[in-house]
């Protein structure tokens, strides 16, 4: 089911005291993300391809025309994400699979997100020989670990409490707002949130300078980076 967003919003009622209520609330009032019919927000919900290339539409205010239509096998016309999955492809930021499917139904990972996240916004795969201190790092598939990297060096994203990353778990509702606004705060002019001050391991409630009010008026950069891509084109992507 594809939540709907609310006409006016008055606050979701599954999301008091979580870990990421502030981010949640404040995309909601910017008209980021949206809730169901039930006025609740489901923050442990997985997220599927198609709901997460969605969100990175509505935050980066990515708008194309669907007149270009779409290449993957399974998006089709009628499809409910036919018009984001299609944008996002023109936008190039996403990609399918070997065999031409973009499995938008499909659970997306915490490592697809990071590499599409990386895509987004141009940043290069880390060449960075320096390994992130992740209890479970080893399980980053190849293909995936220069965008991780990318990500934990820009301070975007972090592990969760017991020090794992879990890339083959798939993203929730509340993770995925997180991750995005972070990419999305990362690339502002002045930045929202210096490195230090973004919010920490998933699980975690922030701190209030972690919450400070936004400003109003901050601009979009593309990030430089000195690294240069190494290394084979995964067979799957996201």
């Given amino acids: 089911m594809r939540a709907e967003p609310p ?3 008055k606050g979701f009622n599954d999301i008091e005291g979580h870990w990421a209520q502030f981010w949640i609330e404040l995309n909601a009032k910017l008209g980021n993300i949206a809730g169901y ?3 609740s927000f489901r923050p442990s919900q997985s997220v599927t391809r198609a709901e997460f290339v969605t ?23 009628n499809d409910w994400f036919f018009a984001d999955v299609a944008t996002a492809e023109k936008a190039g930021y996403i990609s399918g699979y070997p065999d031409g499917t ?21 940043r290069a795969p880390s060449s960075n020989t320096d390994s992130i201190e992740f209890t479970d790092s080893d399980s980053i598939s190849p293909w995936a670990l220069g965008y991780v990297k990318r990500l934990v060096f820009s301070y975007i994203i972090k592990g969760y409490p017991d020090n794992t990353f879990r890339p083959k778990n798939p993203v929730t509702r509340a993770e995925a707002v997180v991750l995005v606004d972070n990419t999305r705060l990362s690339l502002m002019v002045p930045p929202i949130y210096p490195p230090h001050q ?3 391991s998933y699980g975690e409630s922030p701190s209030s300078l972690e919450t400070a009010t936004p400003s109003p008026t901050p601009t979009l950069t593309q990030e430089k980076t000195g690294d240069k891509q190494t290394g084979k084109e995964p067979s799957k992507t996201p």
């Fill in 7 to 9: 006409v006016d919003f």
């Fill in 37 to 39: 019919e039930d006025s």
């Fill in 55 to 77: 969100m990175a539409n509505r935050f980066f205010d990515i708008r194309g025309s669907v007149e270009f239509g779409c290449s993957f096998t399974d998006v089709n016309e």
């Fill in 102 to 122: 973009f499995r938008p139904n499909a659970l997306i990972t915490r490592e697809e997100a990071a590499v599409i996240l990386c895509r987004l916004t141009n």
């Fill in 198 to 200: 973004i919010p920490g």
